[in-house]
T-cell receptor, first 113, second 109 residues
Framework: NAGVTQTPKFQVLKTGQSMTLQCAQD?????MYWYRQDPGMGLRLIYY???????DKGEVPNGYNVSRLNKREFSLRLESAAPSQTSVYFC????????????FGPGTRLTVT | EDQVTQSPEALRLQEGESSSLNCSYT??????LFWYRQDPGKGPEFLFT???AGEEKEKERLKATLTKKESFLHITAPKPEDSATYLC??????????FGQGTRLTINP
């Protein structure tokens, strides 16, 4: 039981390049989330998927797109990376969208130069 | 606007020296308050959920309490392995979690 897994662990991009961050969970959870964590800012929600087939914007969605591929997988895409997107990205999942604890992956450290 | 403020930003204790971390929140209609532990280079690890004022939860040396305006994470006789950043988050009727900036706790042997 791996919980929430994320790939890659580290990535360096040049401004304007694109990439997709992958996330998968094996807990049969319905809801999945993408956060970014920046020094002094705390964790901020980018996008979430309350259930398979649905996605919604969070607090900081600009510059990102998401795909809920199936119940297990939720990907985050940066179409044209910018230095302001340098951050640590975390995927999380929960049983349902509501007052349920969220379980986090190990994170992807992204640097955009 | 839903807000979470954690204090202090950093706390350094000697092994065995008990203390408390504070999480103050403003939210209309609290659905739940969550505490997480985060080690350097790792994702947050779930500790507790509190749903209503007066509720308490315990796990080993940690005890979380909740009032209508704040939550405390009490740490009793801490050990060096309790060193981590502790995050507080609240869930409002919007269903989204709002996180505080965390308290970085260091326990010296």
């Amino acid at each position: 039981n791996a919980g929430v897994t994320q790939t890659p662990k580290f990535q360096v991009l040049k401004t304007g390049q694109s990439m997709t961050l992958q996330c998968a969970q094996d807990m049969n959870h319905n809801s999945m989330y993408w956060y970014r964590q920046d020094p002094g800012m705390g964790l901020r929600l980018i996008y979430y998927s309350a259930s398979e087939g649905t996605t919604d914007k969070g607090e900081v969605p600009n510059g990102y797109n998401v795909s809920r591929l199936n119940k297990r997988e939720f990907s985050l895409r940066l179409e044209s990376a910018a230095p302001s997107q340098t951050s640590v990205y975390f995927c999380a999942s929960s049983e349902n969208n509501g007052p349920y604890e969220q379980y986090f992956g190990p994170g992807t450290r992204l640097t955009v130069t | 606007e839903d807000q979470v403020t954690q204090s202090p930003e950093a706390l350094r204790l000697q092994e065995g020296e008990s203390s408390s971390l504070n999480c103050s929140y403003t939210v209309s209609g609290l659905r739940g308050l969550f505490w997480y532990r985060q080690d350097p280079g790792k994702g947050p690890e779930f500790l507790f959920t509190l749903y209503s004022a007066g509720e308490e939860k315990e796990k080993e040396r940690l005890k979380a309490t909740l009032t209508k305006k704040e939550s405390f994470l009490h740490i009793t006789a801490p050990k060096p392995e309790d060193s981590a950043t502790y995050l507080c988050a609240v869930q409002a009727p919007s269903q989204k979690l709002v996180f505080g900036q965390g308290t970085r706790l260091t326990i010296n042997p």
